[in-house]
């Protein structure tokens, strides 16, 4: 009996160390989610109770980066641990499996795979890869994933033909057609459980509920507050629009950006919203959407919690890239300045624990590499990104990189925990100093005193990008 016991204490003793080596790996990308999470304090009057009550047990990145402001290529990079700078990718129209030195590209998921574990993923996780058809089918990369629910991608409701529900059409500004073409926003009356993300986060806790015989990767996108803004009708009911508080923005604030920054900016339709007294409007339903995207991601954290994994599950909730509201005149991503390369990263660990609140500066390149190295798998030495587990269980630990944010070829940010740097294609520079100017309104670049500081900068983008082109 003594040698039964004995036995089976091994064998649980086995299977727990087994289980500690390979957890499960959720991770949740919510599509132009910006700072304005209950939890990180972009906007004090956002609604977003279920992402908050997970920030209390996990470790919030309050400076984490994108490596690209724009979906295809911030996913791209995140995905196949590669900058940018590197692919080539910089818009929403290349392939990475086009590119011949990419075609064979060992994704994350496709490495999680190739170790062992069963990957799924619902919603749109990749941009806009080629399907296995002759179109490309948006959210799908064949080959990364076993099983894949697509179901859930884009919007469906209302019906697509009826756009500028609101009343307010705003194609006609030529700068952005496909920005100004969806630039709409519209309460619903639909229940949530026949809304698109609300299938995608089913399926992936419908997914949970299932018994698995190896680890499993299982992503999980959710597209809104991506444009079009139609959610269900409660969520705009959530907030009352007399009491919604618009960005403070100051005057003549792109004075001093240059001549490409303020062509980025799309002024134009800033000006228009506010000519039209729909700013508020427009926050209101950024916030509503975003209140409907929290709703989804509870429901599936929800399920986690109930399921057989909840204890050996380490989940990653992320955006892909941040989003302006018309700060610096800009509504939308594209820029690299600090709303569009700001987003949130929250990551728990059921195994130790740790939670807390990090200021460190990190890149979403660098999710790929610290996931392998949570989850104990081997490295990927070719890898962009370097893995933040030390900052994991040391908030205050030896980190002291910077994020890479770039545009396209010519025009890049280089972000550390005091300042923000910009270098733009024709030689103009931008620098901010965080610590007494988190909205980045006065560039002082060209003042003596950040003489060294810029010089240093330049060094450091010199250095990145030579390491990455060769």
Not at 100 to 120: E, H, I, S, W
Not at 287 to 297: F, H, K, R
Request: hydrophobic letters at 35%; charged letters at 25%.
């Amino acid at each position: 009996m003594k040698l039964k016991l004995l036995v089976f204490a091994m064998l649980l003793q086995y299977t727990v160390a087994s289980s500690q080596e390979k957890p499960n790996v959720l991770l949740i990308m919510v599509d132009d989610m910006n700072d304005w999470v209950g939890a990180f304090g972009g906007n004090p009057q956002a609604i977003t109770p279920n992402i908050d009550k997970f920030a209390k047990k996990s470790v919030i990145f309050k400076n984490a980066y994108c490596s690209a402001p724009l979906c295809n290529p911030s996913r791209t990079s995140l995905l196949t641990g590669y900058l940018p700078a590197r692919t080539g990718v910089y818009g929403n129209s290349e392939v990475f499996r086009d590119i011949p030195a990419y075609k064979n590209v060992v994704t994350l998921p496709q490495y999680f795979y190739k170790n062992g574990y069963t990957t799924a993923a619902a919603g749109k996780i990749f941009h806009s890869p080629r399907g296995t058809g002759t179109k490309p089918k948006p959210g799908s990369d064949p080959g990364s994933f076993e099983m894949e629910d697509k179901g859930g991608l884009g919007s469906t409701f209302p019906d697509e033909k009826d756009k500028f529900t609101h009343g307010l059409d705003f194609s006609y500004l030529n700068e952005d057609s496909h920005i100004t073409r969806t630039f709409d926003w519209k309460g619903v009356d639909v229940a949530i459980e026949k809304t698109a993300d609300w299938k995608s986060a089913d399926y992936a806790a419908r997914f949970l509920k299932e018994k698995h015989d190896k680890p499993f990767f299982l992503a999980c996108g959710i597209f809104r507050p991506h444009l079009p803004w139609y959610a269900p009708q409660k969520f705009f009911d959530m907030y009352n629009i007399d009491d919604i508080k618009i960005p403070e923005v100051i005057a003549n604030d792109l004075d001093d950006v240059g001549p490409m920054g303020k062509k980025i900016a799309f002024t134009s339709l800033h000006e228009e919203i506010v000519k039209k007294n729909q700013w508020k409007e427009a926050v209101r339903a950024y916030l509503a959407n975003l209140s409907y995207a929290d709703a989804c991601v509870g429901h599936l954290l929800d399920n986690l919690e109930t399921s057989a994994f909840n204890k050996n599950t380490i989940v990653v909730i992320m955006g892909d890239h941040g989003w302006h509201l018309g700060e610096k005149t800009h509504w939308t991503k594209s820029t690299v300045w600090e709303e569009s390369a700001k987003t949130p990263l929250l990551i728990f660990d059921p195994r130790n624990g740790n939670k807390g609140v990090s200021a460190k500066i990190v890149s979403l390149i660098d999710v790929y590499p610290t996931l392998l190295d949570l989850c104990n798998l081997p490295a990927k030495a070719d890898l962009d990104g370097n893995s933040f587990k030390s900052v994991l269980t040391n908030s205050k630990g030896d980190w002291k990189n910077m994020a890479l944010t770039s545009k396209n070829d010519n025009i890049h940010s280089l972000r550390n925990e005091n300042y923000r740097y910009i270098k733009y294609s024709d030689g103009f520079e931008e620098l901010y100093d965080h610590r007494i100017d988190p909205m980045e309104w006065k560039n002082i670049a060209k003042d003596k005193a950040n003489t060294t500081v810029v010089s240093n900068f330049r060094k450091e983008l010199e250095a990145v990008l030579a390491k990455v082109k060769k």
